[in-house]
């Protein structure tokens, strides 16, 4: 096995997380869990490859293939191996997930052309919720939760209360930069009191290793970070790229996909202008920053 291959994290009795390191651009994780009757499986993968190794995990641990599917948000590194668990699985989302999804399109490769994703339909959940939905497998109750607009307008926590877990979506990166600008700043910020609230001490971020509450609190500093640099670039007329070009990134300077904190400011720039919360950026802009926050050379997908 090496450093890159997904492993299988046994959280609860019949709870897994499946994490695709090093967590960086598509790689996230997954979760499953159920027994040999039923399963439900939290997100995917970005391409089949990886979403049939999924299946194969799911199925080693003597599960059923999975009857539901739950997409925490659209992004194709969480939603393009639908495709592999169907047609036994049905797809359930918030029901901006779903717009967003179709909206999106193939839009992974459109931003990694060279990628190959395999065999990949854009399946958006054809079961939708608005607020709060609840789930059972078997006599495990799933709780989902749509935080508002976080990290995009469609985000679907997923809580185990009895189990004690968590699987949050992109709205935690674990050792990774968040990702703003399909989102809201304020709403991460929002987010992050949701999920306290919950008081699960196990955490499966949307990417990284698994973890506890305390990743809350770094998120939270980075998000309060991004307002206070946002801020003081907005007054001073300089442009997010200006902004993240003359920042030091301090305690941030070890996590991943550092460029991501233009991508951020444009969306905290966005809100200082009182566009409201998750108002659609203009995706040239903020992806041409970040390809020159690399000094020139695009953002890379993992999978």
Not at 83 to 110: D, M, S, W, Y
Not at 232 to 254: C, H, K, M, N, V
């Amino acid at each position: 096995m090496s450093a890159t291959d997904p492993y299988v994290v046994a959280l609860a009795p019949r709870v897994h997380a499946f994490v695709q390191p090093d967590g960086g651009w598509c790689l996230n994780n997954a979760g499953f869990l159920g027994d040999a009757r039923e399963s439900l499986l939290v997100d995917t993968a970005a391409t089949e490859r990886r979403a049939r190794l999924l299946r194969d995990a799911v199925l080693a641990e003597g599960l059923a293939p999975p009857g539901t599917v739950v997409s925490t948000h659209h992004h194709g590194d969480h939603t393009y191996g639908n495709k592999v668990f169907l047609p036994e699985a049905r797809i359930v989302g918030h029901e901006n997930c779903r717009t967003e999804q179709l909206a999106a399109g193939h839009q992974l490769h459109l931003l990694w052309p060279a990628t190959d994703f395999g065999d990949v339909d854009i399946l958006p959940p054809s079961v939708t919720y608005r607020e709060h939905l609840t789930l059972h497998v078997g006599d495990i109750e799933v709780r989902l939760i749509h935080p508002g607009p976080a990290h995009t307008t469609g985000d679907s926590i997923v809580h185990l209360p009895e189990q004690g877990v968590v699987f949050t979506g992109d709205l935690v990166f674990q050792g990774g930069t968040p990702f703003l600008p399909m989102g809201s700043l304020a709403g991460s910020l929002r987010a992050l009191a949701l999920l306290r609230s919950l008081d699960a001490p196990t955490v499966v971020p949307g990417h990284g290793r698994v973890t506890d509450p305390s990743a809350y609190d770094a998120t939270e500093r980075y998000l309060l970070w991004v307002r206070e640099l946002g801020a003081e670039g907005y007054a001073r007329g300089d442009t997010p790229l200006e902004t993240a070009r003359r920042t030091e990134p301090g305690e941030f300077a070890a996590w991943r996909e550092s460029e991501r904190l233009v991508a951020n400011l444009h969306r905290a720039y966005a809100e200082l202008e009182g566009l409201p919360e998750g108002s659609p950026l203009d995706p040239a802009a903020v992806f041409g920053d970040m390809a020159a926050m690399n000094g020139g050379v695009p953002v890379a997908c993992h999978a």
